[in-house]
C-alpha cells in the first residue's frame, strides 16, 4: 500500500470552512453536491494509481468537509491528468474531473499554484504557447520545418490579439503574472 | 336585519334535480317567506392550540351577529363527545339548520362532525368547516391580535357559504363480487388466494405459461435460505387447484374500462397451439423438437426448444409452441393438412404431433394466431406484475462482453438444480469451477445514467449467494465490493455477520472497471476506502448486482388503468406512507414489485394488504360515490369535449342522446377536483359543494 | 477534402517529426492541410482551465473561429490539444451563457464562435473519413506482420460525449487496432490497454510518481504481447514512453527498450516519407523498425 495520506494526524472538522463547497460550485463544479462518494472514480483514477494523496473522491470529500487548507498545501490537485475516465463512469454525473479544476481555480485565487503553472501561464501569455522551448527553431529545421510554426509566434499580430483577449479574462484581474499591454 | 323564523320540518331533498338549479330552487322557496337558514356556530379551543393566540370569545361574539347566525357557542374540544353532543342538542332541539364549525381541519376531523351533524338529525353536508388551526392560529402564533381577526374573516366565509348548502345524498353502485389479480408471480398468487379464501372468485392473469414469476427462477431465499422452489410450487398447486381462482395464464389485458365495482376487463388469451385440455405436460413434444431458441427462463444461458414447457415445476404444465422460432418441421404450417407419404401412405407429421400421445399438438388445427379475447366483469383489480432484472450490456467498463461476466440471476439460475449446469458451479467459458468470484453492487441502480433508486434486495441476495457457494466450497474466495451494505430487514443483520464469519471478503468501494485477463479471467479494480488505496483482483467469474427494473410495458398497462407510474417507472401508490396499496383510482391496487423494488417478505405483506384492501368493496357489496362531485346540466352542454381532455381522473366521456353530443361524467370515478366545472365554456358543469353561488358567498364575506 | 491542421505546442517544438509526418501524410492521402495561421495554445489543461471557465472558452473559441472563418474541421495531434478544443466546445454549445460571455470578449476583436467546426484527432477522421481500406490501398509498404502494442490515449477515449468521432465502446476501443492493422500491423492485446501513461500534468509535478504509471504499463506490455514498436494515438504518449524507458533503465526499473512511434509517424513512413523528417527525433532506438518497413 503506497498512498501518502495525512492518517497520522486528526481531521479537525469544527475547523472546517463551509464556504468552500460554495465555492467550487460557483467556479465549475456545479454537480459537487451530488457525490455519494461510491469511490468509482477513484478506481479509476491515475492519481489514486499513482499513489498521490489526493485524488478525485479525496478531493471531493476535503471540500465537502471544507478542508481548505489541507488541499491547498498538497500539490497533488495540479497532476490531475484531466484524463476523464472519472467523468465518463461517475453514476451521479457529478463530473469529479470538474471538482478538481474549481479546486485549481479555488487555489489559484489563493495564489496557492505550483511554480510550473505560473511558467506556463507566463509563456502562454508572452507567447501564446504554454510550452515554448528556445531551441526549438533548431530543432524544427533539422525535419526540415520552418523554424516557427504557423501559430502566434509567428504571427506577432496574432500574438497581440491573443494578448488583448487574455487581459480581458479573469487572470488578468489575478495578477499572477504581468499582462502590461505593449508599449503601454 | 331580522327575518320571520318559521321552523322547518327536516326535510331531506333527494336532488333528481341539477346541481344549481336545486340550490336556488331550495334557497327561494326559503326566502319566498323571506326565510333564512338557521346556522349554528361552533367554536373550538382545540384545547391551547387555537385558544392560545385566538380570543375565542371574541370571535364567538362577533360570530353571533352575523347574517343567519342563530346561535354561537364555543369548547374546549368540539371532537369529544360533549362537544359533538352540543350540536346534536341543537340540533334535536329545532334551534339550528346548518352547522358551521371552527376548529382545526376537515382533512382530519369533517367525518367526524357530518357523522355528528348525521346523528343529531340533519343530512351531514349541511356542515361547513372553518380551519383555524392550520390556517389561523398555527401560522399566526405570535400576532394575537391578528390572528383573532383572520378568525373572524374565516367563520364569516364559512357561514356564508353555510347559508347555501345543499342537503346531498350518499349514492351507492352495485359491486360485482369477483376480482383480478393481474401477475401471477408471488405476489400476485398470495393476493389471489386469500380473495379466493374469503369466498371470491378470482381471475389471475400471467402472462407467462405458467405462475411463479422471478421467484420461481431463484435458487434459495434469504434469510431462511428456504429452496425457492420448495416453498413456492405449493403456493403455485393452490392457485391452480382453488375452486375459485380461474387461472388465465399465457394472457395479458387489453383494455380497462368501467369504475370500482364495475371494471369490464378484455383479456386476451395468447395463443399456445396446444389443446391445453388435452396436454398433459409428459414433454415428449418438447424432447422432439430440434429448434434452438435462447431460454429465457435460464437467462439466456441455453438453449430450450421451439415448443417447451417453461420449466419443470410449472402451474399449469402445459406445453406452448413459440410460432416465431417455430421450423415448421416436414413443412407442417399450422393449419394445413398433412403431406401423404408416397410410398407408405401415412401422413408426414412434425416430430412433436408424432410424438404426442394425446392429440394435445396438432397441427393441422386452424388455431387463430391471435388467440382469444375474452371479457371479464370485476369488482376489483390488482396489480402485481413484478419486475425485469437489467441486462449488463450497457457497462462496458465491466467488460459484459466476456462469459463470465454474470447477473445475478444468472448466477442464480447456475446454483439452481433446474439451470443450465444442473446446479454445478461451473463458469460459462469452459465449465471448469471458479477459484475466485468477485460480486459488484449496484450496477445501474444509485446511478443516474439508468436508475437512481437502490434496488433495496441486492446487498442481501449477494451475501446470500455467497454464502450458499462459500458453504458448498470453502476454499473458493469470493469477494463482495459494496458502496454501502444495506441489510435492514428482519434477521439480517446476522445474516450479515455470518457471512462475514464464513470468511467472505467485503470492500466499500465501488468498482471502476473489469479488464478481459487471458483465459477469460477478469480483473477487477476497485478503490477499497477503509484500506485507503486502490486495490485489484484477478477473478475467474465476476457476478453483475444488475437493478431491478419496471416489468415491461408497465406504463402501458397502467395507463390502460388511468394508474400512473413514478419517475423511476414503478406504480404509484395513493400514499408513501399511509396507503401503500392504494392507487388515484378506487378499485385498483398494486402489489410487489410493480410498485417498487422489494424482497420476498415485504412482496407478501403487501400482496395480503392488497388482497385486503380489494375485499373490502367486495364484502360491502356496494361502494359509496361521495356526492361532492361534478354535474353535467346535459340539456345545455354543447358536447364541446373540453371538459373530457382536462379530467384527470378519465371520467368523462362523450355520449350521443337523440342525435347530441352532451358529457357524461361517471360519479364512481369523479373525484371532485372541479377541473371540468371551471373549465367548462358554457358553465354548465356544477360542482356540488362547491357551488358557484357558494363560492361567491364566500368571498364576498372575505372582503367585506 | 481539406481540413485545419492544429499543431500544439509539444509537438511544434518538443517532436515537430511527428508533425511533419501529420504534414506529409495527410496530403499522401488527398487530403489537403490548412495551417491555421496565428492559432494558439489550445490552451493547455495546466494553464487556462485552471483559472476560470470563461477564460479558458474564450481562448480557445479564438482557435475555433480560425477554423470556423475557413468552413474547416480542426484535426490534431496531441491528445490532450483534442481534449482541451473538445471540451470548451461542447461547454459553449451547452451552455448559452457561457457562449454569451465569451462571443460578448471575442466582438471586440471581430470574431464570433458559431460551433461549426468539429474538433477531430488525425487517426479517427482518418478511420472516419476515408476508412482502413483506403489507407491498406494507399500504402506504398506494409508492416508485414510487425508485432505492436498500442497506446490508444485517455483523451481519445474520454469523455466520449464530446467528441464527435466516437468509439463504439470507450473502454474497448478499437479505431486505432484497425487502422494499425490496415498498415499490415499484428496489434497484441494487453490488460492496461487504457491505463492513463503518466504524462502531462502529473509527469510536471511528481516525476517519479509518473514514472510509476508507466512503468506498469510497459511491464504489461512487454509480458503480454512482446510487441516489436509501440504505436500510439497521442503526441503526448509518445513523448512519455520515448524518454521514460532511458529513465526506468536508470533506475532498474526495466531492462529493456522498446520502440516508439505515433500513429501518424507509422503511416507516413509507409506512405514513403523520407524517414529522417518523421521520425528523426525519435530517443529509442527506430532504426530497426524503419529499416524493417522501407528496406
Redo the contacts between chains.
Keep these: 500500500m503506497t498512498n501518502e495520506q495525512a492518517v497520522a494526524d486528526i481531521i479537525n472538522l469544527s475547523e472546517g470552512d463551509s464556504s468552500l463547497a460554495n465555492e467550487i460550485r460557483e467556479l465549475g463544479g456545479e454537480e459537487l453536491l451530488e457525490c455519494i462518494q461510491c469511490a468509482k472514480c477513484a478506481a479509476a483514477c491515475p492519481l489514486a494509481l499513482a499513489g498521490f494523496s489526493f485524488f478525485n473522491k479525496r478531493v471531493i470529500q476535503a471540500v465537502l468537509m471544507g478542508l481548505r487548507d489541507a488541499l491547498l498545501d498538497d500539490s497533488s490537485i495540479w497532476a490531475c491528468q484531466s484524463c476523464n475516465r472519472c467523468t465518463e463512469i461517475c453514476p451521479r454525473e457529478v463530473n469529479p474531473f470538474e471538482i478538481i479544476q474549481a479546486m485549481r481555480r479555488v487555489a489559484i485565487r489563493e495564489f496557492a499554484l505550483p511554480t510550473l503553472s505560473i511558467e506556463g501561464l507566463k509563456s502562454l501569455y508572452d507567447t501564446g504557447h504554454a510550452v515554448y522551448l528556445a531551441g526549438a527553431g533548431n530543432t524544427r529545421n533539422k525535419v526540415g520545418l520552418p523554424e516557427k510554426p504557423p501559430s502566434t509566434v509567428a504571427n506577432p499580430e496574432a500574438l497581440k490579439e491573443l494578448q488583448a483577449i487574455l487581459r480581458k479574462t479573469a487572470l488578468a484581474e489575478l495578477g499572477i503574472i504581468p499582462m502590461e499591454e505593449p508599449g503601454v | 336585519m331580522l327575518y320571520g323564523r318559521i321552523i322547518l320540518p327536516d326535510v331531506h331533498l333527494r336532488y333528481p334535480l341539477q346541481g344549481e338549479l336545486a340550490g336556488l330552487l331550495f334557497i327561494s322557496l326559503c326566502r319566498g317567506g323571506d326565510i333564512v337558514p338557521r346556522i349554528g356556530v361552533y367554536i373550538c379551543h382545540c384545547g391551547e392550540n387555537i385558544a392560545g393566540a385566538v380570543n375565542v370569545e371574541e370571535v364567538r361574539k362577533y360570530a353571533e351577529q352575523l347574517p343567519g347566525v342563530v346561535l354561537a357557542r364555543n369548547y374546549l374540544f368540539m371532537c369529544s363527545d360533549p362537544g359533538q353532543e352540543l350540536i346534536k342538542q341543537d340540533i334535536r332541539n329545532g334551534l339550528i339548520d346548518r352547522v358551521v364549525v371552527a376548529a382545526c381541519t376537515p382533512r382530519t376531523h369533517e367525518p367526524i362532525f357530518r357523522k355528528a351533524v348525521e346523528d343529531g338529525g340533519l343530512n351531514k353536508y349541511l356542515l361547513e368547516m372553518a380551519n383555524i388551526r392550520d390556517q389561523d392560529s398555527w401560522p399566526h402564533w405570535q400576532d394575537k391580535e391578528g390572528a383573532t381577526e383572520k378568525a373572524k374573516k374565516l367563520v364569516a366565509s364559512a357561514v356564508a357559504k353555510a347559508t347555501y348548502l345543499e342537503p346531498l345524498e350518499d349514492r351507492f353502485v352495485e359491486v360485482t363480487r369477483a376480482s383480478l389479480v393481474v401477475g401471477g408471480g408471488v405476489s400476485g398468487m398470495f393476493a389471489a388466494l386469500d380473495l379466493a379464501n374469503m369466498g371470491y372468485k378470482v381471475y389471475l392473469v400471467e402472462k407467462n405459461p405458467s405462475v411463479g414469476g422471478n421467484m420461481a427462477k431463484l435458487d434459495k431465499t434469504f434469510p431462511t435460505n428456504d429452496c425457492s422452489a420448495c416453498i413456492l410450487t405449493p403456493i403455485m398447486v393452490q392457485v391452480g387447484t382453488h375452486p375459485n381462482i380461474e387461472l388465465l395464464t399465457y394472457s395479458e389485458v387489453e383494455s380497462v374500462e368501467g369504475s370500482v365495482g364495475n371494471f369490464k376487463v378484455k383479456v386476451r388469451k395468447k395463443q399456445t397451439y396446444i389443446d391445453w385440455d388435452k396436454c398433459t405436460g409428459c414433454g415428449d413434444c418438447v424432447n422432439a423438437c430440434p429448434a434452438k431458441v435462447p431460454n429465457e427462463f435460464n437467462e439466456g444461458m441455453n438453449n430450450r426448444k421451439a415448443i417447451y414447457i417453461e420449466f419443470p415445476q410449472a402451474v399449469p404444465k402445459r406445453a406452448v409452441v413459440d410460432i416465431e422460432h417455430c421450423l415448421n418441421c416436414a413443412k407442417r404450417v399450422m393449419g394445413t393438412q398433412p403431406r401423404i407419404h408416397s410410398k407408405t401412405g401415412e401422413p408426414i407429421l412434425a416430430p412433436c404431433e408424432k410424438a404426442c400421445k394425446t392429440g394435445a399438438c396438432d397441427r393441422s388445427r386452424a388455431y387463430n394466431p391471435e388467440g382469444e379475447l375474452i371479457e371479464l366483469n370485476v369488482g376489483t383489480i390488482i396489480i402485481a406484475t413484478g419486475y425485469k432484472v437489467m441486462d449488463k450490456e450497457p457497462f462496458k467498463e465491466y467488460s459484459p462482453q466476456s462469459p463470465n461476466v454474470i447477473t445475478a440471476m444468472q448466477l442464480e439460475r447456475i446454483l439452481s438444480a433446474t439451470g443450465p449446469t444442473d446446479g454445478q458451479l461451473k463458469r460459462p467459458s469452459d465449465g471448469e469451477k471458479p477459484k475466485t468470484i468477485a460480486f459488484i453492487s449496484c450496477v445501474g441502480s444509485r446511478d443516474k445514467r439508468f436508475h437512481t433508486y437502490c434496488s433495496k434486495v441486492c446487498c442481501m441476495y449477494m451475501l446470500k449467494e455467497a454464502r450458499l457457494i462459500k458453504e458448498k466450497y470453502p476454499n473458493i474466495n469470493i469477494y463482495i465490493f459494496f458502496i454501502d451494505v444495506r441489510t435492514g430487514g428482519k434477521d439480517f443483520e446476522e445474516y450479515y455477520n455470518y457471512c462475514r464469519n464464513l470468511g467472505i471478503r467485503m470492500l466499500r468501494g465501488r468498482v471502476g472497471a473489469v479488464d478481459e485477463l487471458p483465459g477469460d479471467r477478469l480483473r477487477v479494480r476497485a478503490f477499497d476506502v477503509d484500506l485507503g488505496a486502490p486495490v485489484e483482483l484477478e477473478a475467474d467469474l465476476v457476478v453483475l448486482a444488475t437493478a431491478i427494473e419496471p416489468a415491461p410495458a408497465l406504463e402501458e398497462l397502467g395507463r390502460k388503468m388511468g394508474i400512473t407510474c413514478g419517475s423511476e417507472g414503478f406504480l404509484k401508490e395513493l400514499h408513501t406512507k399511509l396507503y401503500p396499496v392504494e392507487t388515484s383510482v378506487k378499485g385498483i391496487y398494486i402489489a410487489g414489485c410493480a410498485q417498487g423494488p422489494k424482497d420476498i417478505p415485504e412482496s407478501v405483506s403487501q400482496a395480503r394488504a392488497a388482497s385486503s384492501a380489494a375485499a373490502v368493496p367486495l364484502t360491502l357489496g356496494k361502494v359509496i360515490v361521495e356526492p361532492l362531485i361534478s354535474e353535467v346540466n346535459q340539456r345545455k352542454c354543447s358536447g364541446c369535449g373540453t371538459c373530457v381532455q382536462l379530467c384527470p381522473y378519465s371520467a368523462i366521456s362523450l355520449v350521443e342522446d337523440k342525435g347530441k353530443l352532451h358529457s357524461k361524467i361517471d360519479e364512481a370515478l369523479c373525484a371532485g377536483c372541479g377541473i371540468c366545472a371551471a373549465a367548462c365554456p358554457s358553465g354548465v358543469i356544477t360542482l356540488h359543494g362547491f357551488t358557484n353561488t357558494q363560492i361567491f358567498a364566500q368571498i364576498k364575506a372575505l372582503a367585506s | 477534402m481539406k481540413v485545419g491542421f492544429f499543431?500544439g505546442?509539444?509537438t511544434?517544438?518538443?517532436r515537430?517529426?511527428l508533425?511533419?509526418a501529420v504534414?506529409y501524410a495527410f496530403p499522401a492521402l488527398g487530403i489537403e492541410l490548412d495551417?491555421?495561421?496565428?492559432?494558439?495554445?489550445c490552451?493547455?489543461?495546466?494553464?487556462?482551465?485552471?483559472?476560470?471557465?470563461?477564460?479558458w472558452c474564450?481562448?480557445g473559441a479564438?482557435n475555433h473561429t480560425i477554423a470556423e472563418e475557413k468552413g474547416l474541421d480542426i484535426v490534431t495531434v496531441c491528445g490532450?490539444c483534442y481534449?482541451?478544443l473538445a471540451e470548451s466546445k461542447y461547454k459553449m454549445d451547452t451552455h448559452p451563457e457561457i457562449k454569451e460571455q465569451v462571443n460578448n470578449?471575442?466582438k471586440?476583436?471581430g470574431r464570433e464562435y458559431k460551433g461549426t467546426s468539429n474538433v477531430r484527432l488525425t487517426f479517427y477522421y482518418l478511420y472516419h473519413e476515408l476508412g482502413p481500406d483506403k489507407i491498406k490501398e494507399a500504402i506504398k509498404y506494409k508492416l508485414d506482420g510487425l508485432k505492436v502494442a498500442l497506446q490508444p490515449g485517455?483523451?481519445t477515449?474520454?469523455?466520449?460525449k464530446v467528441y464527435y468521432d466516437k468509439e463504439e465502446?470507450?473502454?474497448?476501443p478499437r479505431v486505432l487496432k484497425e487502422m494499425c492493422e490496415a498498415l499490415g500491423a499484428t496489434v497484441g492485446h494487453y490488460?492496461?490497454l487504457?491505463?492513463?501513461c503518466?504524462m502531462?500534468?502529473?509527469r510536471?509535478?511528481?516525476m517519479e510518481?509518473?514514472l510509476?504509471?508507466v512503468e506498469r504499463k510497459l511491464l504489461s506490455m512487454k509480458s503480454?504481447v512482446n510487441p516489436d514498436l509501440i504505436v500510439t494515438g497521442c503526441s503526448s504518449c509518445l513523448i512519455q514512453f520515448d524518454t521514460a524507458q532511458e529513465l526506468l533503465r536508470n533506475s532498474k526499473k526495466i531492462n529493456f527498450e522498446i520502440p516508439v512511434l505515433h500513429y501518424m509517424q507509422v503511416l507516413a513512413l509507409c506512405l514513403g516519407a523520407?524517414p529522417?523528417?518523421?521520425t528523426?527525433?525519435a530517443k529509442t532506438n527506430v532504426k530497426p523498425i524503419i529499416e524493417r518497413i522501407v528496406g
Aim: charge should be negative.
Design positions: 499543431v505546442c509539444n511544434a517544438f518538443n515537430p517529426d508533425e511533419q504534414r495551417n491555421l495561421e496565428g492559432q494558439s495554445c490552451p493547455s489543461w495546466g494553464t487556462m482551465p485552471s483559472v476560470d471557465v470563461v477564460g474564450v481562448v479564438r490532450s481534449g482541451s470578449i471575442l471586440d476583436f485517455c483523451h477515449l474520454w469523455p466520449s465502446d470507450p473502454f474497448h490488460t492496461r487504457i491505463d492513463c503518466g502531462g500534468a502529473m510536471s509535478t511528481d510518481k509518473s510509476k504509471l503480454e523520407d529522417e523528417k518523421v528523426g527525433l
